[in-house]
Structures are given as C-alpha cells and as structure tokens.
C-alpha cells in the first residue's frame, strides 16, 4: 500500500487573522496565551443548536456543527491549515485502486465516559453512518462505504463501493461508543466533554482531562444563545460574553474597547433562486439578476468593504478547487439586465415581483438582502421584497420543505472536499433546495467522482463550477468576512478553512 496525505493548498489570507484592535499581533492571538490560562468562558451564538446533538445527522446545520467540532472527533481531523492530521488513527493507507483504506488506530484513546476507544467503536460508528445495517447512510458522504472490518485490535479496514480520492477527508465522521446513541447522551472523545443544555438559552461544555492530544485550556464555556444582534454587541461591551463570532464590520466598530480578529467565514453567500419554479426556472431571468446585481457593491454596502467576491459555489480557501475567474462570468450591466427581462416578458408594466426569505437571526443576509433588493430596484423592473423569519421556520420550510422563491444565506462545507460544496446541485441530491437540474453538471460532477487522478478530478470539479455560474444556478456574492470580538483578557482563538469553532486554545490570560 501506499501512503497518501490528502491537503488543500490554501491561501494564507484565508486562514489568517487580522489583528484589528489593542497592541497584541495577531499572531499571538492565533498561537495562544502569553499569561496563565484557563478560566471559564462564555461564548455568544446567533442561534440555537439543532434538536439533534447527533454527530452523523448530516442536516445538522453550521451552527451545530461548529460546536460539535469541539466534542466529536473521526478517523482524521482539519487543521488550521487544511491539512487533514491524525486523530483518532495515527496514520492510514491506501491501495492503488483508491478504493481499500486501512487506518491503524491511536492507542490510548478515551471517550468521555472514561471508557477506551476500541476497533468496534470505529467499526460500529463508520458502519452507522454509512447505513451498512439499514441501507440509509445517515452521511451521504459515507454512502460509497461497501465494509468496514477490524482485522485486529488496532486496524480498521474500509472498502468502497468505488475508488474515492476524496474518502480520507469524509474520515472526519465522529467515532462514538460501539452500541451508543447520541439521543441517549453525548459522547465523544474530543477535547469538550458536553454537560447540559438549556433549550433557546445556553450549552454547557467542560475540559476533558482525559484528553488523548493537548488538553483544552478553558476550564468550562458556556455558549449563550442570543439571535439579536445588537443585543449580542450590548453583551460584549458589558462583559456579559467573553467571546463571538461571525459578527460584521458595522458591529464590530462599536468594539473598540475589545480585541477584533477578522478572517473568513468559509462560505458561499449567495441570492439563492428556486430554479425548478417560475419566475427563476427561466435561464434569462436567473442571468438578469446576475446582471443587476454588482457582487462588489453589496460587499461594500453591507459589510462596509470586508468580504471575497465569487462567482460560484465554491470558496478562496479551497485553493486549486477555486477558480477566481467566475467573478466575473457576469459583469454588473443594468441595460443588458432589463432587456434579458424583457425577452423574458417582464417590463415596467409587468413588473418581476418575488419575495427574498431571510434568516432574521443572521444579519449578514439580512443586510445582503437589503442592498440586493434596492440594486434589483435600479432596474425598474424589479420589485423584490423582503420576508423575515426565525431560524428555525427558515430551515424547515425554506430549506428543507423548498417552499421559497428566493432566499440569502450561505453554503458551507461540512468536509475539505470539493464534492462537499458541489454534490449538492447533483439532480439527484437531496441537498438540492435549489432545484438545479443539468445533464452536463451531473456528468462532469460523476466523472470527478469516478476518477483517481486528482488533477483530472479538479479540472472536473471546476467545470462544474463553471456550469453553475453559466447556468445562473444562483446569484453569487461572497465569502463573508468573519470578524471575532474578545474581551482583552481571552486569547487563542484561531480560524479554520472550515465553518467550525475550535475553541480548545481559547482562554482567560492574566
């Protein structure tokens, strides 16, 4: 067998942070504590977690999984540099074929209870994900896993179905107690173990002493749900919360008291259109948007600057996947947008008129929707409006019940794949809220998955990104900058090339 590391090449400037306030540089925010650590932290949330705490449920939404990062781990686990490391393996390899993975397990590894991590936990946990007893993979991610089988105590065997260059970043999936169900308790073996939960109010995590890795340095975090926005900054300027994430340029510049990290939120915010349903199952209209709508200008209206145009589903950090160019697919073109309208049976006289759903508690889209919908107005042609809703009825109705015209949010990846932001235009998809059907994109997005050589793989890959943006599947705005605000007394927080939050560096610093 043969050993392979699977990295993405990231750009630097998305995994770094930019030190914005206070005299400390951001590199020694990002590497840690000077002073004594430890303490007990509280961490602001837009949203509340999902009602499911389980690790292979793969509809948890961002928010969930970014706090399970710090209570689950898999075979393998994201760095701060993209790189997939060790975790629970310690190393693995791979036949010829791409289609045999061997993974030889760490020794002394616990799970949160205090018992050891054993073969039959992976077995047990790999096969549960994959579907192997029910024939419904709770991970669309591991539906290509045909067997997984301990050949000995510390060895684990998967086999696929067929070859997956992609596979050792899907190994992310959370290993749990063999015979376990999340319902029943939440047990992992990451560097947080889970206390309680307060439904609409706070999570509870505590240090895991036990730890196989280096221990977390915080004591206890407590994550307090707060959807409003300015309340989420009122808490920070009176210290009710040490620490929040994904806030925006506008919030953050009534922080200057505190230390500000800017990085990027790794992913795809975009006007989401409901293709399979008139008006945007018409190409012409789809493109008309994309015409109307400057990508640049709602960056610079909503997020005062702060932001990485794109142009389809896909983002800066994912390296050699990511073709800068589709920012450009379409140019912002006010005359070619009312005319696309007009072959399109839309004129001032027979107005387009839809209706953009956002998620009230993000107000990064809400801000978006706002800029989108006076550009759309420029138009004179355009009539867009705006429909606030929690979060909740968001997900359930917009985005898994599909019942909506347009909405803003983003698409981020759950695995350092680049099938983990493409798969979801298959036809086929489940993921699909979207509606896109298109021959050539479930062709090339096959042929990426059917070969081993990763460099046919990206050229495939990037053609189907390049069939999104020419299609008008969506339209494409940003990567949204990601600012955290601290207290001047926490450090070690750090970015990832993933929408998730490690927060096992994070401390309280004399």
């Not at 002073?35 to 509340?48: L, M, P, Q, R, Y």
């Not at 990085?263 to 018409?282: H, I, K, R, T, W």
Request: aromatic share 8%; glycine share 8%; net charge negative.
């Amino acid at each position: 067998m043969t050993k392979r590391i699977l990295t993405l090449a990231l750009a630097a400037l998305m995994t770094a942070a930019l030190f914005i306030g206070g005299g400390q540089s951001a590199l020694a925010a990002q590497t840690g504590s000077t002073g004594s650590a430890g303490g007990n932290i509280t961490v602001g949330i837009a949203a509340d977690l999902d009602s499911s705490l389980d690790p292979h449920v793969s509809s948890s939404s961002a928010g969930t999984r970014e706090v399970l990062f710090n209570i689950y781990e898999g075979l393998l686990k994201p760095d701060t540099q993209g790189d997939l490391v060790p975790a629970i393996a310690e190393d693995y390899a791979v036949n010829d074929t791409a289609d045999v993975y061997t993974f030889t397990l760490r020794k002394n590894v616990r799970f949160h209870d205090g018992s050891a991590v054993e073969a039959g936990d992976v077995v047990y946990s790999l096969s549960r994900a994959a579907g192997l007893d029910t024939g419904e993979p709770l991970m669309a991610t591991l539906a290509g896993v045909q067997s997984v089988e301990a050949t000995d105590d510390d060895t684990v065997v998967v086999t696929l179905k067929a070859p997956d260059v992609e596979f050792p970043a899907y190994s992310t999936a959370a290993i749990i107690p063999e015979g376990s169900d999340p319902a029943d308790g939440v047990i992992g073996t990451g560097p947080f173990k889970f206390v309680s939960r307060s439904v609409q109010e706070n999570i509870v995590l505590e240090r895991f002493d036990d730890y196989w890795g280096e221990p977390a340095k915080a004591e206890k975090i407590t994550l307090r749900v707060i959807e409003d926005g300015q309340t989420m900054v009122m808490s920070l300027r009176s210290g009710a919360i040490d620490l929040a994430a994904h806030l925006e340029a506008s919030q953050v510049a009534e922080l200057s008291d505190l230390t500000v990290l800017e990085g990027s939120m790794n992913l795809v915010q975009a006007l989401y259109l409901d293709n399979a349903e008139p008006p945007f199952d018409d190409i012409r209209v789809r493109q008309a948007l994309c015409c109307a709508i400057d990508k640049q200008a709602v960056i610079d209206l909503a997020g005062d600057g702060h932001g990485f145009p794109v142009g389809s589903s896909m983002y800066p950090a994912f390296g050699k996947y990511f073709d800068a160019g589709l920012t450009d697919t379409y140019a912002p073109d006010l005359d070619k947008a009312v005319a696309l309208l007009a072959e399109a049976g839309y004129d001032k006289s027979n107005p387009l008129t839809f209706t953009i759903t956002v998620p009230s508690n993000y107000t990064p889209h809400v801000d978006a929707a706002q800029v989108i919908v006076e550009l759309l107005g420029q138009t004179g042609v355009v009539n867009a409006s705006i429909q606030q809703v929690e979060w909740a009825a968001w997900y359930s109705d917009v985005y898994q019940g599909r019942d909506f015209e347009a909405t803003v949010c983003g698409m981020d990846a759950s695995t350092l794949t680049a099938s983990a932001m493409l798969s979801r235009f298959a036809s086929d998809s489940p993921k699909n809220f979207i509606g896109f059907v298109s021959e050539d994109y479930d062709a090339a997005y096959a042929a990426a998955l059917a070969t081993v050589d990763e460099t046919e793989q990206t050229a495939y890959f990037k053609q189907c990104q390049a069939i999104l943006a020419e299609n008008a599947a969506n339209v494409y705005i940003q990567d949204l900058a990601d600012f955290v605000a601290t207290q001047p007394d926490i450090e070690g927080y750090v970015f990832y090339p993933l929408y998730v939050m490690d927060l096992s560096g994070v401390c309280r610093v004399a």
